[in-house]
């Protein structure tokens, strides 16, 4: 049996700048932070020669065109992995749909275990670049590269996507004191609603396509916030990086209707009210999860929970795309 866990993720400022619309005309720049929540996949040999696929949905297939899960049959193409006699399961501790980047997890996770699988070593940079071939070239999904490249390299990581398509990856520059303060003062509450992010994506990659200017001034800013966010934190100065996250949430909300909603804005404003220094809502927008930077933490935690919002307590994940058993 093999099993391999991917984490989840959290964008700590850039997100948008990783979309090849935008990125292979202006570069890209961004940071972000795999957390200790987790997409599970296992594969194992079974006694017949099916390939039997358990997710959300159950399939028993006998060929790789037969599969209709399209990320686990372009996975099998791709690796060269025959589907006969396997059985491939996967799971996540948290539900697709809020925002932490669960399809680029599970697709770096799927694509390790079929590596392991087929007895191949391959290095975290050529495992994100494979899922993102997957998800983006081969499967037309409108979204960015930062999901597989953290999920891969894990940590809190700054990547720099180039004109050329290439991706370069460094850890964030923290004293270990100022890691463990940031890794305390982030809360992340649950907003109830899940979404797909695709709608939102697909119109920031058309108008970017089309150089829509407002869209544009709004992709260059936020890789200026990105690179300000990189600065703040690096020398230590937590209160200025949650000040930039506010900064970074109320440019965000102007590149689409559907990123935040009436009740996302009232629970946002509750916290600024309550202890937040700054925060916005994970990926794309629509619903998903909520994260703030706050310095009076409880009198925060108090005020959301007491909300109804759910909290999900996380560490930093340094480990990426891990196999745990091979």
């Known amino acids: 049996m093999i099993i391999v866990r991917s984490p989840l993720r959290i964008s700590l400022g850039g997100g948008g700048t990783d979309l090849p619309s935008y990125y292979r005309e202006h570069d890209g720049f961004l940071i972000a932070a795999a957390i200790d929540r987790y997409v599970y996949v296992t594969i194992y ?3 017949n020669d099916d390939l039997v696929l358990k997710y959300s949905q159950f399939e028993r ?5 037969h599969i209709a899960h399209p990320i686990i ?3 099998l193409k791709l690796t060269g992995v025959a589907p006969r006699a396997l059985e491939i399961n996967s799971m996540a501790e948290i539900p697709s749909g809020t925002g932490l980047g669960s399809s680029g997890s599970f697709t770096t996770a799927l694509l390790k275990a079929l590596h392991v699988h087929a007895k191949h070593l391959i290095h975290p940079a050529e495992l994100a670049a494979e899922a993102c071939e997957i998800e983006i070239d081969r499967l037309g999904d409108p979204i960015g590269k930062q999901d597989q490249y953290i999920a891969a390299y894990g940590g809190i990581t700054c990547f720099r996507f180039r004109k050329n398509d290439q991706v ?4 964030l520059a923290l004293s270990q004191e100022t890691l463990y303060n940031l890794e305390d003062s982030l809360l992340m509450f649950f907003t109830g609603y899940s979404r797909a992010a695709a709608s939102i994506l697909k119109d920031q990659d058309s108008k970017t396509r089309s150089g829509d200017r407002d869209m544009m001034e709004n992709l260059h800013y936020v890789k ?11 020398a230590g100065r937590l209160a200025e990086f949650g000040a930039i996250m506010h900064e970074h949430w109320v440019n965000k909300r102007k590149r689409s209707g559907g990123i935040s909603s009436a009740r996302i804005d009232e629970w946002y404003d509750l916290a600024i009210r309550n202890g937040a220094t700054g925060g916005k809502l994970i990926g794309a927008g629509g619903g998903g999860f909520l994260l703030f930077h706050a310095e009076d933490r409880q009198r925060l935690r108090h005020a959301m929970t007491g909300a109804g919002l759910r909290e999900v307590r996380f560490r930093f994940d340094f480990e990426g795309t891990k196999v745990l058993v091979s």
């Open 45 to 47: 040999n079974i006694f």
């Open 61 to 65: 297939v006998q060929s790789t065109d």
């Open 73 to 75: 049959r372009e996975a």
């Open 168 to 171: 370069e990856a460094w850890p």
């Open 224 to 234: 200026e916030l990105g690179l300000r966010s990189r600065e703040a934190l690096e």
